[in-house]
DNA sequence: CGCTTTCCGAGACTGGAGTTTCGGAACTAC
DNA sequence: GTAGTTCCGAAACTCCAGTCTCGGAAAGCG
């Protein structure tokens, strides 16, 4: 088997990266999804259409690459309360997901995952798991504060933040304002304490 | 201003809408979202394209009333508990929307909710306030039986219970057991009882 | 009866996503 | 140098969602 990260014949061009990217994002913030063309993209980056094909597995992956630029939430502030934390958290993730741009390409996207096995795989290496490891150094903090007893399922809490945000964006289009992100996180953070203080699980 | 509501010319022949249901249900069980064509499932009903236009919006609202038949979430069950309803609601969520075919489908209809402010509007009519109404009767439930001190939300406890096994279907991927699902519930039920025992919202 | 309206199947048509093909250029290995 | 490989822009090409047009049929109204 030969090396198969061995670099042959001409380099890929890095300019166009940045070019590809730079149109997608000036067409996307001027049309709408819907009217962004593959071929207006590559005529405004002066470029071919296969060049963004080689980068990008379809339009709804280049327009997300063009419009979320950093999917992780960072390092975790901390507010000093679980409440605190899970309330800042939520907000990140809407501010992640909930602007213009972002809120007409993410349901696109998810489409998309069901066709291409290969891309809902290459977002769950990097977006799922970095967040779900920012929500273990949360849960950890919450533990040295005293406020679980025990330590519970990262990817559970995540699921239990995330989920009512993604839900009201996505399938209720309502809108979010910080009151409601405010609810969810007591909620949560009142669910998590209870939960960690009772029964185990199974 | 004539009666918009008044039938003239030919009435709409009902036999099509099911050849057209029964038509695209077997070609999505057979070949998957993306393989159905619109020729193809005119072709198995024996009609015009035209005559599926006239019915459903888009491919995406044909594939959804094909594949997912009804969305309430019927009376809710009681089974004596605010934990033990929330997980049967769980449960009924999950089997609407985990279903084969309804994985597949649900993407594709919220990215088209997203061209279509119409078809949002409608879902939320139907959908939304179906299942944000049998909400409201769970909790009130749990009001008589004493679990709730103070009413909440109906609208944020179903965003709280049904959001986490949406993200998880659709945003992760993930399989959804049992397990999970009780263990979302009783998160959910104990943040509900704190809530409700707390302090006002606001 | 005619007149109008809406339905129907069939199929042509448009527009855009994604693929392929072409000639040419850039790089590596020999 | 030469050969082999991968890149590039350009553009032709295939496929399919969605629209439109046709001739005809079925209904209500006069």
Redesign the pocket.
């Given at each position: 088997m030969p090396d198969s990260g061995q670099?042959?014949?001409?380099?890929?061009?890095s300019h166009?990266d940045h070019a590809v990217l730079a149109a997608a994002r000036g067409l996307l913030a001027e049309v709408g999804y819907s009217r962004?063309?593959?071929?207006a993209t590559a005529a405004r980056a002066?470029?071919?259409?296969?060049?963004i094909?080689?980068r990008f597995g379809?339009?709804a992956e280049l327009l997300f690459a063009a419009s979320v630029h950093d999917m992780s939430i960072e390092p975790p502030p901390d507010t000093g309360s679980l409440r605190g934390d899970l309330h800042a958290l939520a907000r990140l993730i809407h501010e992640r997901l909930g602007n213009p741009l972002a809120r007409q390409v993410t349901p696109a996207l998810m489409a998309e995952m069901v066709r291409s096995p290969e891309l809902a795989a290459r977002l769950q290496q990097t977006f799922v798991a970095q967040q779900r490891a920012d929500f273990a150094a949360l849960l950890e903090r919450a533990e040295r504060r005293g406020e679980l007893p025990r330590p519970l399922d990262p990817a559970l809490a995540h699921l239990l933040l995330s989920g009512p945000v993604f839900m009201a964006l996505f399938a209720f289009q309502d809108p979010v304002d910080d009151t409601v992100l405010g609810e969810i996180a007591s909620v949560i953070a009142a669910g998590l304490v209870a939960r960690s203080a009772g029964p185990a699980p199974g």
């Open positions: 670099q042959l014949g001409r380099p890929r061009d166009i962004v063309t593959m071929d002066g470029v071919g259409k296969a060049a094909y080689r379809s339009k």
